[in-house]
Structures are given as structure tokens and as C-alpha cells.
């Protein structure tokens, strides 16, 4: 079983950037496909990226997409979302997510399809 471990959030300014880190541990990352996923106050965790285990093949959600990137260091057993021009609709709790390889049915931007999560990490953009 991993451990997913998320530091790196904060308050920011609009367009400022912020890099999160989803560092793993019990178990070796490349055993999973990998996703981040963001909770508004009072709203259903929304998908923003997943990234395979190959460290290709990266999707994001449109609301991100040209802000966001995407990637990971299997050597260092850790997974990274790098968030430029941020807006005040990018706050929320960030989540990385991990999917056991060959668990079946993956859909990378479902909930269901992550079998462990982080505690997750606060991030803030004021206007």
C-alpha cells in the first residue's frame, strides 16, 4: 500500500505560480498512474490532471489546460503539479490520487478509478 504525502500549498496571488508535490512512500510510484484532483468549499472533488505511469499520456481538465502542468520523478518517487497564472477559481484542496496499474477499468478523470489518496494541501489565490 503507498502513502501519498502533499505539501506545497499556500496563498498566492492571481497569476502567481505554484508548484505541488505528491511525494510517495510504502511503494514504488511507477506502480501507479497518478492523478490530481481539487475540492472547492461546498463542491464535489473535480478532476484537473492525471499523468500515466510511464510519465506520458498526461490529461488535464479544461479549466487548467495551457496553466498547468503535469509530471513525475519515478527515481524520486514523486509526482508534481506546476500551476502558472493562477486564478482565484483555482483554490480549493488539492488531492494527488493513486491508480494500481492493471486494476482494470481506469478512467483518469473519475474519483473511483484512485484507490489512495492524499491528505491533501490547501491552496488559496487572492484577487
Known amino acids: 500500500q503507498v502513502q501519498l504525502v502533499e505539501p506545497g500549498g499556500g496563498l498566492v496571488q492571481t497569476g502567481d505560480s505554484l508548484r505541488l508535490s505528491c511525494a510517495a512512500s510504502?511503494?514504488?510510484?511507477?506502480?501507479?498512474?497518478m492523478g490530481w484532483f481539487r475540492q472547492a468549499p461546498g463542491k464535489e472533488r473535480e478532476f484537473v490532471s492525471s499523468i500515466l505511469w510511464t510519465g506520458g499520456a498526461t490529461e488535464y481538465a479544461e479549466s487548467v489546460k495551457g496553466r498547468f502542468t503535469n509530471s513525475r520523478d519515478n527515481a524520486k518517487n514523486t509526482v508534481y503539479l506546476q500551476m502558472n497564472s493562477l486564478k482565484p477559481e483555482d483554490k480549493g484542496v488539492y488531492y494527488c490520487?493513486?491508480?494500481?496499474?492493471?486494476?482494470?477499468?481506469?478512467?483518469?478523470?473519475?474519483?473511483?478509478?484512485?484507490?489512495?489518496w492524499g491528505q491533501g494541501t490547501q491552496v488559496t489565490v487572492s484577487s
Open positions: 510504502g511503494r514504488a510510484v511507477s506502480d501507479y498512474n
Open positions: 490520487a493513486a491508480s494500481v496499474r492493471g486494476r482494470g477499468a481506469y478512467y483518469r478523470d473519475h474519483v473511483g478509478s484512485y484507490d489512495y
